[in-house]
Nanobody
Framework: QVQLEESGGGWVQAGGSLRLSCAAS????????MGWFRQAPGKEREFLAG???????NYADSVKGRFTISRDNAKKTVYLQMNSLKPEDTAVYYC??????????????????WGQGTQVTVSS
């Protein structure tokens, strides 16, 4: 079993920054692909960024250049640095783990474990 716990969400003004963290426990963290998703009210869960165990990354166009995903395998933690935040970034943010694939999938169905989510609110 894998447990994921996000932290770092909150309220920020447009143009500001937040860093989300996702701490993992359980199975060997370094072996799986990690992803960040978000879901706004009335919308589907949206892929934001993913990172392989080797550090390769992939980003959605909506966040490319503004968000950065990273991981610290020793701390079993993945991060999402979010800069230049916009009101449309307001959503619940989730981290997820995929221990089946070696490459990053943008589909939420590919991920095996999910955190409980953390709210990010960006005011204009």
């Amino acid at each position: 079993q894998v447990q994921l716990e996000e932290s770092g969400g909150g309220w920020v003004q447009a143009g500001g920054s937040l860093r989300l963290s996702c701490a993992a426990s359980g199975r060997t963290f370094s072996t799986y692909v990690m992803g960040w998703f978000r879901q706004a009210p009335g919308k589907e869960r949206e892929f934001l960024a993913g990172i392989t165990r080797g550090g390769s990354t992939n980003y959605a166009d909506s966040v490319k250049g503004r968000f950065t995903i990273s991981r610290d395998n020793a701390k079993k933690t993945v991060y999402l640095q979010m800069n230049s935040l916009k009101p449309e970034d307001t959503a619940v943010y989730y981290c997820a783990a995929d221990f089946t694939r070696l490459s990053i999938s943008r589909s939420a169905r590919a991920y095996d474990y999910w955190g409980q989510g953390t709210q990010v609110t960006v005011s204009s």
